[in-house]
Every structure is written in C-alpha cells, then in structure tokens.
C-alpha cells in the first residue's frame, strides 16, 4: 500500500507526457459529460423549485414516482419504442436492400452518384431538411398530397391526422439517416467474398437462398452496429418533433426527450431530469443487451 | 432467362429505375428548398410543386438581411467561428487523447476515462445539454461563444475515428524509433504525425460538418441571439408574429448549401470518415 | 465574483479587444440594460425607438432589447432568474409574467413603484397586473383581439361582414368552395384557428366565448365549471365542429401553433380569422394582405348576444428581483408608461395603455385606429390565472380532453360536453383541495 502510493509520483513524472496528453481530452470528458450526467441524476431527486438554488431540497424518488405516475409520460414511454422499434426495422431493411442493389453487378455507370444522393440528407443540417419535410406533408399544398392528387389517390394524413403521423414521421426520418446506414452496408460488402457466393451458386442455391446463408451471415457484424446505432439514434429523436409536430397531434409524437425537454422549459427540473434518467437507463440497457446477444450468436 | 454473367437487360432497366426514383426522391427536398428561397411566398403556395422559379425573385436578399431584428451576418460569423474553432479545438484534444489512451491502456485512470467517455456518448443527447446549462452557469460562460465552443468540442465520432486509426498503426514501427533513441515526444512529431495527417483532414471534414448542423446546444447556451448559428436562428423563425415561406426557405438554402459543397468537394472521404467511425462503434 | 461584475468584466474585456483596433479608450463602460420580449421585429424597432428617447433621460444608459419565439422565451427567462442571470427586464403578457413568478418566484414586487400619474390605468388593469397580492407587471399594452375578414373575398361572393355564427358558417363554406382568390383550385379555407398546444386551443375559444358576451371559458372565480352551461355549451360544440364535422379550417389545424396559423393568414389561404391589435401594421403592407381585410365584433351565437372585441390580456413589463441593476430596471420600466413610448408603442406594435395624446401623430390606418380608438364594445377577458393559481394545469388537461375529441369526434356533442363538464369539475374540485 504505501509502496504503491510512493510509487505514484513516480509514475506520474515518467509517464507524464501521456497524462499531459490525455489532460484536455479528459477535462472535457468530465466537465462536458460526466459532470453533467451526475448533475442531472442529482436532480433528479431533488424538488424542482428549489433544484438550481444552493440548498435543494431531496425528495428521494418523488420526481420518479411521479413521473411514472403520469399517464402521458407512460404513452409517452410507450410511442417512443414502438417509434423506435419502427424506425430501425425500417431503416435497416431499406438500406440492406439498397445496399445490395448499389453493390451489386446490375449498376455500373452512375452508381457514385446514386450512393450520393442518399448520403446527401446525412449531412443536410436537419433543421432545414425536416423544415422542408413539414412542408410536403402540408395537408394543402405540399407536395406529397399533390403528388398523390394528380394520381389520383386519397390524401395521406402525414402529420394532421394522429393516425398517420408517426409513419409519416419515420419516412422523414428514413430520408435523414438511412443513407448512413446503407453506406456502412456498402463500404462492407466489398469486402464480401466472391468465392463463398460462387460455390453456392455452382451448388444450384437460388438467389433468395444465397441471400439468406451466403450474403446475410457475412454481413451480421454490420447489421448489429447499425442496429445498435439505430437504437440509440432513435430512442433520442428530437428535432424532428420540435420542427415539425411539437408532441402532436394529441400526443401522438411526445416522444420522451421532447416530453422531458417541455418540463425542464416549465422549470420542472426535477421531472425533467427524472424523465432522461429513465431513458438513459433504457438505452444503456438496450445497448449493451443488443450487444451481448450480437456477441453470443456470433458463428465465430 | 438471363444466362450466367450477362445480367438480362430487363433486370438492369429495373434495377437503374429504383436506383434514378430513390435518387430523386432524396435529391427533391434539398431542391425544393433551393427553388422556393427565389419565389414569393405566394407563388409556392399556389403551384407547390414547380421545380423552377417562374422568375427569380430576389426580393429574398433583402429580406433576410436580418431574423428577428439581428443581422444575417451575425449568424453567420457566428456559423463560420463557432464551427471552426470547435472543429480545431475537437481534432487536436481528441487525437492527442486516443493517442495516449491507446499506447498506454494500463495507466491509472485511462481504463476509467474510457468508460466515462463510452457512457457519455450513450446519454440522450438533447437530455445531456440540460444539465451543461447548469454546468456551463456554474462557469461563468452562460451566453458565450466560449460555452458553446467547449461543449461542441466533445463527440463521439472523432474519438472513434482516432481510435480506430491508431489501433491499426504498426507496432514495429513506434518500437524500432524508440530502440533507435527517440522519445516518446519524437516518436509522436516524426513517426506518428506524418502518417496520421489524412485521418486528422478526414476527422475535421467530418466535425466540421456535424458542428455546422447543431442548433440545439447553441439554443440553451446563449443567453441572446447575439450567439446563435445558421440552423438556431432558423428555428426562431417560428415565432408568434407570423411565418412567411421564402423568408424560411432562403436561411434553410444558406445553412444547407455549404456543407452541400464541401460534401460534393470531398465526397469520397467524408463517407468513408462517417461510416467507419460507426463501424467501430 | 456576482453575476454583474462577471458580466461586466467579460463585457469590459471583450469591449476592450473590439475597441482597441479603433483606437478607442471609453472612460466609464455605459450601462447596457437588457429587455426579453417576444414581439419580434415590431418589438425590437420599439424599444430601439425607446431607447433613443431614454438617452435623453440617462444618457449613460444603453438598452438593447432581444425577441425570442414565445416558448423560448419561457425557458430562457425561467432558466435565467432561477440561476441568477437574470436580464435587466422582461416584457409580455401578465398571465406569461404570473407563470414565470410561480415557477421562479422572483418577479418583483413593484406596487411601491407604480408612478402617481398613472392614472390612465383602470382597476382592471391593475387586476391584471397583480398576483397574489404582488404588482408583478406595469402595465403597458392592452391587447385587443378583433374578428376579421377578407374584404375582397366577402365581396366577390356577395356577402357582408358576418354578424352571428349562422352566417359564419355560411360564408365559411363559400370561402371554401367558391374560389374567392379566383385561382382555380380548391386551396382555401373558412377560417385560420390553432390547437397545437393548451394556450392555442383554448385561447381560441376564449375568443369566441368572450366575444359573443360570456364572462368565462371554463371555469367563474368560484370555482364553478361553466363549459356545461347552455350557451357555454353552444360556443364549446360549435367551435369543435368547426374542426371536424363542418370541415371549415385547414386538416393540419390540429399542428398549428401560431407560426403555422399566420402563415395559412399571410398566405392568403383563410377568410376568417383573428385579428390582433399588434397584426394589424403588418397585415396593412403590400406585401402581406394590403389591408384586404374587414374587423368586427367576434359572431353572435343566439340572437341578443353582446357581441364585442376582446381584450385578451395586457402586455406588460417586469422586473426580475435578481436584475443586474434594479434601479436602473426600475427607472426604464417606468418609462415605458410616458407619453414617448407609449406612442411608439402604438405606432410599432399597434397597442398602448394611454389614449391621452395626438393619435394623428403616428399616423394610423383605418383599421388601426378601431383598436387604437376602439368603436366596437369591448369585452374583457376574466383572467383566471391570477384569481385560480392551479388554472394553467386544469386549461392543459382540458386541451388534452378537446385534442382527442378532434382526433375521434363523438358522435354525439352534447353527450361529450356535459360529461367533460363533471370531469373537469371533479379535477377543479380537486385541485382546490390539495
């Protein structure tokens, strides 16, 4: 014990160009990120009136017994996973397929081009982009419903209409990101070996087959991190919500880090803090067990 | 039927529609946005889906010469300096950190930032800039550009890019410069940094371009508009005293467009940078 | 370090780094006070025409004032007085002052300060101003909230301003199947409402339920719930329907806040609509609608109601307890009550607490001079979030309630009316218990 504390200023003088190295990097970790998160957990057990004055007053688990009291914040919880649950399974499987379509034989010329315009969107600021978005689903004139006028099919209810709004807001979403998950299947798939596919073919297996144990095993490694990414990027959507529906209509969209959000802007810290907690937990959960099931069916 | 090695001309028609219809269903809104900032409010709401201006209304230049009483230029500088300086200030601290992290895992405390750094970068988002307001107040930054640099200075991606690249690094390399008498320091200036130039450009591409699009930090950061970027002035467009649709869609043209030209100039790289910064995940 | 040294330090320092390129050496750093609004462009030209006045006054005294959109503005000033960054002032309507002073509890108390001569301001206004027991507003912009129409729109189809819902109704439907715009295509609508959020629903209601001569939307200061009294119920079913059964807004009203409402107003798109006394100066421009538009008393829904333009709140001005400089505060905020801001106030934001000067000297419109000089009977709106501290949240469930019946409408009104009715008398009941 007191050999390991003598040994520290040691340590500390011969590695100290690796720690002055690591310094800023790790002042900004604590200051801009765990500081923080420990602040907010803090909170979150303290009463919402007195949370920023210098002697908040604890309330144990008041703000979580409360909050999971409220009906709205339980639907609340309960649209953002099925949103979730969506959003990745929609998102995944259209870049899977467009991937295989760009990475296939079939498009030479052009193809550049195409996987630009998909990755477009990801760097669009998204403000902007789900400021347009809100536009074509304008019940009136956007573009969507004239598009399907001139069809001559019924209007979509986009985001007016609690039934159709959350679709609607997975499609402006998909827009958003999906082209950074294709392009992960894409810079991966070159990488897939030809051989593999070739001996099943000589074997007779059909495409579909050779799509499901040739192509699919090959690419799990690349499915679960987009999984993995989806999951987190979607359990925290935000802006859209705040562009284009601000929680509705009826509650449909009050997702919960825009619920959350709402209540920090009515100086409801407490709740507020309570809410990211929850999620916090939620994600961390979900990360770390999509994970370890990636991990355990690995054929490796 | 389409023999083998010569795909039928039919399944390659088919396969080019889907690639040109998903293209220009995702090329649309960015050019919708473009056309709409050089028509007047009133001709985009009669004929919506026009995908050129009847004539190009410039009455767009002088209207958003300011956004709720401060000048355009404002934002952008604001834009231009906020975005580069947290750019500047991410690529430096977080290459140096990965670096260290990563030729001595074992030093008391490195494991413990790394899990830090991993369970950060896990918290929602937009639920951890609640508490950096308190945290930036607890400063003394409040409503300063200073606030909102520091904290834009942190993310996830750079950090994995850094990682990831000097994971690969060859060993031998650092070993046989340390041998031949170099110090740590050297090794870093004359082994490390020549080869690591391409990923510091690509990781600053990258930053840059995520750093342009925030808005949400900058929002709870600043204490006036006075701080604000492209993308956070344009959500104060909605405000009680109406909404007018070029006035919208001329900032939207102005944040989206140079980020759309530095992607079209670096393309390849910034794909490439993004992706594999996941694929480490 | 308090907040005030630290902000002028860092004022000073960055004063200091723009003004040595310059090459100027200022002896004492001017006091710059701060304002938080949210009236946008006409606001910000106001209090810069207000500070030029001031300097007159105090010439060692700048103010700069900063328009947030409204839900910004909350978080910001909440936010701001909880951690003591207060700005210098605020400014908007009181029942927004009262929300910032239950969740902070530092708005000043200025019953001390209010000047002697201000006795243009009637016991209503100062009502207003007051919450529990506290001064916490002066004052300074009555807001008027008018009925209108589209002029041309009313005369190409033959008809003339509507009087009672009857011929809302009426003309609504014509707006929206006759073309008025003459474009050829079915793009228009009856009437612009909002229902995105409580405030934006109810408020509409609160509209129709004052301006046809009812003294409450939801609930009497004693607590008593009037949404099922007969013509309570009337203004509640017909103002529903006007989203679903008569199909007289635009589908997407449901996501409108005020922001998408204006632009259906701006854009041409709705014949009726609300009209603002603080609308007014913008919508009279060329660009927007030329003054193409007709203000009147909200519609009559039963023969022999007093119909009337409602005064919707009163705009005022407050003082954080934690403000950098209260003094200084105080010494502003009571000049917004003088006879030069109170004309620029008329003259950019279209309203005012003071009549008792030259109304020429702005030079007003038609239609600004009906607020400005009000001819049509004016009907106060009750307040009742300075007499019911626990209204914001009855008002948020009830907006719940009316939302979801606008998603699935029930099939029989009245049925739905008077079951809310006993529901929200039960949570009232409960509310002021606890």
């Given at each position: 014990?007191?050999?390991?504390?003598?040994?520290?200023?040691?340590?500390?003088?011969?590695?100290?160009?690796?720690?002055?190295?690591v310094?800023p990097?790790?002042?900004?970790?604590?200051?801009?990120?765990?500081?923080?998160?420990?602040?907010?957990?803090?909170?979150a057990?303290?009463?919402?009136?007195?949370?920023?004055s210098?002697?908040?007053?604890?309330?144990?688990?008041?703000?979580?017994?409360?909050?999971?009291?409220?009906?709205?914040?339980?639907?609340?919880?309960?649209?953002?996973?099925?949103?979730?649950?969506?959003?990745?399974?929609?998102?995944?499987?259209?870049?899977?397929?467009?991937a295989?379509?760009?990475?296939?034989?079939?498009?030479?010329?052009?193809?550049?081009?195409?996987?630009?315009?998909?990755?477009?969107?990801?760097?669009?600021?998204?403000?902007?982009?789900?400021?347009?978005?809100?536009?074509?689903?304008?019940?009136?004139?956007?573009?969507?419903?004239?598009?399907?006028?001139?069809?001559?099919?019924?209007p979509?209810?986009?985001?007016?209409?609690?039934?159709?709004?959350?679709?609607?807001?997975?499609?402006?979403?998909?827009?958003?990101?999906?082209?950074?998950?294709?392009?992960?299947?894409?810079?991966?798939?070159?990488?897939?070996?030809?051989?593999?596919?070739?001996?099943?073919?000589?074997?007779?297996?059909?495409?579909?087959?050779?799509?499901?144990?040739?192509?699919?095993?090959?690419?799990?490694?690349?499915?679960?991190?987009?999984?993995?990414?989806?999951?987190?990027?979607?359990?925290?959507?935000?802006?859209v919500?705040?562009?284009?529906?601000?929680?509705?209509?009826?509650?449909?969209?009050?997702?919960?880090?825009?619920?959350?959000?709402?209540?920090?802007?009515?100086?409801?810290?407490?709740?507020?803090?309570?809410?990211?907690?929850?999620?916090?937990?939620?994600?961390?959960?979900?990360?770390?067990?999509?994970?370890?099931?990636?991990?355990?069916?690995?054929?490796? | 039927?389409?023999?083998?090695?010569?795909?039928?001309?039919?399944?390659?028609?088919?396969?080019?529609?889907?690639?040109?219809?998903?293209?220009?269903?995702?090329?649309?809104?960015?050019?919708?946005?473009?056309?709409?900032?050089?028509?007047?409010?009133?001709?985009?709401?009669?004929?919506?889906?026009?995908?050129?201006?009847?004539?190009?209304?410039?009455?767009?230049?002088?209207?958003?010469?300011?956004?709720?009483?401060?000048?355009?230029?404002?934002?952008?500088?604001?834009?231009?300096?906020?975005?580069?300086?947290?750019?500047?200030?991410?690529?430096?601290?977080?290459?140096?950190?990965?670096?260290?992290?990563?030729?001595?895992?074992?030093?008391?405390?490195?494991?413990?930032?790394?899990?830090?750094?991993?369970?950060?970068?896990?918290?929602?988002?937009?639920?951890?800039?609640i508490?950096?307001?308190?945290?930036?107040?607890?400063?003394?930054?409040?409503?300063?550009?200073?606030?909102?640099?520091?904290?834009?200075?942190?993310?996830?991606?750079?950090?994995?890019?850094?990682?990831?690249?000097?994971?690969?690094?060859?060993?031998?390399?650092?070993?046989?410069?340390?041998?031949?008498?170099?110090?740590?320091?050297?090794v870093?200036?004359?082994?490390?940094?020549?080869?690591?130039?391409?990923?510091?450009?690509?990781?600053?591409?990258?930053?840059?371009?995520?750093?342009?699009?925030?808005?949400?930090?900058?929002?709870?950061?600043?204490?006036?508009?006075?701080?604000?970027?492209?993308?956070?002035?344009l959500?104060?467009?909605?405000?009680?005293?109406?909404?007018?649709?070029?006035?919208?869609?001329?900032p939207?043209?102005?944040?989206?467009?140079?980020?759309?030209?530095?992607?079209?100039?670096?393309?390849?790289?910034?794909?490439?940078?993004?992706?594999?910064?996941?694929?480490?995940? | 370090?308090?907040?005030?040294?630290?902000?002028?330090s860092?004022?000073?320092?960055?004063?200091?780094?723009?003004?040595?390129?310059?090459?100027?050496?200022g002896?004492?750093?001017?006091?710059?006070?701060?304002?938080?609004?949210?009236?946008?462009?006409?606001?910000?030209?106001?209090?810069?025409?207000?500070?030029?006045?001031?300097?007159?006054?105090?010439?060692?005294?700048?103010?700069?004032?900063?328009?947030?959109?409204?839900?910004?503005?909350?978080?910001?000033?909440?936010?701001?007085?909880?951690?003591?960054?207060?700005?210098?002032?605020?400014f908007?309507?009181?029942?927004?002052?009262?929300?910032?002073?239950?969740?902070?509890?530092?708005?000043?108390?200025?019953?001390?300060?209010?000047?002697?001569?201000?006795?243009?301001?009637?016991?209503?206004?100062?009502?207003?101003?007051?919450?529990?027991?506290?001064?916490?507003?002066?004052?300074?912009?009555?807001?008027?909230?008018?009925?209108?129409?589209?002029?041309?729109?009313?005369?190409?189809?033959?008809?003339?301003?509507?009087?009672?819902?009857?011929?809302?109704?009426?003309?609504?439907?014509?707006?929206?199947?006759?073309?008025?715009?003459?474009?050829?295509?079915?793009?228009?609508?009856?009437?612009?409402?909002?229902?995105?959020?409580?405030?934006?629903?109810?408020?509409?209601?609160?509209?129709?339920?004052?301006?046809?001569?009812?003294?409450?939307?939801?609930?009497?200061?004693?607590?008593?719930?009037?949404?099922?009294?007969?013509?309570?119920?009337?203004?509640?079913?017909?103002?529903?329907?006007?989203?679903?059964?008569?199909?007289?807004?635009?589908?997407?009203?449901?996501?409108?806040?005020?922001?998408?409402?204006?632009?259906?107003?701006?854009?041409?798109?709705?014949?009726?609509?609300?009209?603002?006394?603080?609308?007014?100066?913008?919508?009279?421009?060329?660009?927007?609608?030329?003054?193409?538009?007709?203000?009147?008393?909200?519609?009559?829904?039963?023969?022999?109601?007093?119909?009337?333009?409602?005064?919707?709140?009163?705009?005022g001005?407050?003082?954080?307890?934690?403000?950098?400089?209260?003094?200084?505060?105080?010494?502003?905020?009571?000049?917004?009550?003088?006879?030069?801001?109170?004309?620029?106030?008329?003259?950019?934001?279209?309203?005012?607490?003071?009549?008792?000067?030259?109304?020429?000297?702005p030079?007003?419109?038609?239609?600004?001079?009906?607020?400005?000089?009000?001819?049509?009977?004016?009907?106060?709106?009750?307040?009742?979030?300075?007499?019911?501290?626990w209204?914001?949240?009855?008002?948020?469930?009830?907006?719940?309630r009316?939302?979801?019946?606008?998603?699935?409408?029930?099939?029989?009104?009245?049925?739905?009316?008077?079951?809310l009715?006993?529901?929200?008398?039960?949570?009232?009941?409960?509310?002021r218990?606890?």
């Open positions: 014990m007191g050999a390991a504390v003598a040994a520290w200023p040691a340590l500390l003088r011969r590695e100290r160009l690796f720690y002055a190295l310094l990097f790790a002042a900004l970790v604590l200051v801009f990120g765990l500081w923080p998160i420990v602040q907010s957990i803090q909170v057990f303290t009463d919402s009136y007195t949370a920023l210098p002697e908040p007053v604890w309330v144990g688990l008041a703000n979580f017994e409360r909050v999971l009291a409220d009906p709205y914040f339980r639907a609340s919880l309960g649209r953002t996973l099925l949103y979730t649950a969506i959003s990745v399974a929609v998102n995944i499987a259209f870049a899977l397929a467009y295989l379509l760009l990475g296939g034989t079939l498009i030479g010329r052009g193809n550049g081009l195409f996987r630009l315009a998909v990755f477009l969107p990801v760097i669009a600021p998204d403000v902007a982009g789900f400021i347009v978005w809100k536009w074509m689903y304008n019940q009136s004139f956007g573009a969507v419903n004239t598009l399907l006028a001139s069809l001559g099919l019924p979509f209810g986009g985001i007016a209409d609690p039934a159709t709004v959350l679709p609607a807001l997975v499609v402006a979403e998909l827009w958003k990101h999906v082209g950074f998950y294709t392009i992960v299947f894409l810079t991966n798939m070159t990488l897939l070996d030809p051989a593999l596919d070739e001996a099943a073919r000589i074997d007779g297996a059909g495409r579909w087959q050779r799509f499901r144990h040739v192509v699919l095993p090959q690419l799990r490694p690349e499915i679960l991190v987009n999984t993995v990414y989806a999951v987190i990027q979607f359990l925290k959507t935000f802006t919500v705040v562009v284009m529906t601000k929680g509705g209509p009826n509650f449909q969209t009050n997702f919960v880090s825009y619920y959350a959000y709402q209540k920090f802007d009515e100086a409801l810290y407490g709740e507020a803090a309570a809410m990211a907690t929850v999620l916090f937990a939620i994600v961390i959960v979900l990360a770390y067990g999509l994970y370890a099931w990636g991990e355990r069916g690995a054929p490796r | 039927m389409s023999g083998p090695g010569r795909p039928g001309a039919l399944a390659r028609g088919l396969a080019y529609a889907i690639a040109l219809l998903v293209s220009a269903a995702f090329l649309y809104p960015c050019w919708w946005m473009l056309v709409s900032a050089f028509r007047d409010t009133q001709s985009i709401l009669t004929d919506p889906l026009r995908l050129w201006p009847e004539r190009l209304d410039l009455a767009v230049l002088t209207k958003i010469r300011t956004i709720g009483g401060t000048d355009l230029s404002v934002f952008v500088l604001n834009s231009l300096w906020i975005t580069g300086v947290s750019t500047a200030i991410a690529v430096v601290v977080t290459a140096l950190g990965a670096y260290a992290l990563l030729r001595r895992p074992g030093l008391p405390g490195f494991r413990l930032l790394r899990f830090g750094f991993l369970l950060t970068i896990m918290y929602p988002y937009m639920l951890l800039v508490p950096v307001y308190i945290v930036i107040w607890q400063l003394g930054l409040l409503g300063t550009r200073t606030g909102i640099i520091l904290f834009l200075s942190l993310g996830p991606i750079q950090f994995l890019l850094f990682d990831q690249f000097f994971r690969v690094l060859p060993k031998e390399m650092i070993e046989a410069a340390l041998i031949d008498g170099c110090s740590e320091l050297q870093l200036a004359r082994i490390v940094l020549p080869v690591a130039w391409p990923t510091v450009g690509t990781v600053t591409l990258v930053t840059f371009l995520l750093n342009w699009s925030q808005w949400f930090p900058v929002l709870v950061i600043s204490r006036s508009p006075a701080t604000y970027t492209l993308p956070t002035a959500l104060m467009l909605n405000s009680e005293l109406g909404v007018d649709f070029q006035g919208i869609m001329a939207a043209t102005l944040t989206t467009l140079p980020v759309v030209v530095v992607f079209l100039l670096t393309q390849r790289r910034v794909m490439t940078g993004m992706v594999a910064g996941a694929v480490k995940g | 370090m308090d907040g005030r040294a630290m902000r002028l860092r004022r000073f320092a960055l004063g200091a780094a723009l003004t040595v390129g310059v090459g100027f050496a002896a004492v750093p001017a006091a710059e006070l701060v304002i938080w609004h949210d009236l946008g462009d006409n606001g910000v030209n106001w209090f810069k025409e207000v500070a030029e006045h001031y300097r007159k006054v105090d010439p060692s005294v700048s103010i700069t004032s900063v328009s947030f959109p409204t839900d910004q503005w909350f978080g910001k000033v909440i936010a701001a007085l909880n951690t003591n960054t207060a700005p210098d002032l605020i908007n309507n009181y029942e927004r002052v009262i929300r910032i002073q239950t969740q902070t509890g530092k708005v000043m108390d200025l019953k001390a300060e209010l000047p002697k001569e201000a006795g243009f301001l009637g016991p209503q206004d100062l009502q207003m101003a007051t919450y529990k027991e506290r001064m916490i507003i002066f004052p300074v912009q009555r807001v008027q909230m008018a009925f209108g129409a589209r002029k041309s729109w009313l005369e190409k189809l033959g008809e003339p301003f509507p009087a009672t819902w009857t011929d809302v109704l009426r003309v609504a439907a014509k707006f929206r199947d006759g073309d008025p715009d003459g474009n050829g295509k079915a793009d228009t609508f009856g009437l612009a409402l909002q229902a995105a959020k409580p405030r934006d629903l109810i408020h509409m209601l609160d509209l129709f339920t004052f301006g046809s001569g009812l003294s409450h939307t939801l609930v009497d200061p004693s607590g008593k719930v009037t949404l099922g009294e007969p013509c309570h119920k009337t203004v509640l079913v017909e103002f529903l329907k006007a989203f679903t059964d008569y199909g007289l807004v635009a589908p997407d009203t449901v996501n409108h806040s005020f922001g998408e409402m204006y632009q259906v107003i701006e854009g041409k798109r709705a014949g009726m609509f609300r009209v603002g006394d603080w609308n007014v100066r913008k919508w009279d421009t060329p660009e927007v609608l030329g003054g193409d538009f007709v203000i009147g008393t909200w519609p009559a829904f039963a023969p022999g109601d007093q119909t009337a333009v409602v005064i919707g709140g009163m705009r001005v407050a003082v954080p307890e934690n403000a950098p400089d209260r003094a200084r505060s105080l010494a502003v905020a009571k000049f917004l009550l003088g006879p030069e801001a109170q004309k620029a106030s008329l003259k950019y934001v279209g309203a005012s607490v003071r009549s008792d000067f030259d109304m020429s000297d030079g007003l419109s038609e239609r600004r001079l009906q607020f400005a000089k009000p001819r049509h009977a004016l009907e106060a709106y009750d307040f009742p979030e300075s007499i019911h501290p209204y914001p949240e009855v008002e948020a469930e009830l907006h719940k009316l939302l979801a019946a606008i998603a699935a409408p029930p099939e029989d009104w009245g049925a739905f009316v008077d079951q009715a006993v529901e929200m008398q039960a949570l009232v009941d409960a509310k218990k606890a």
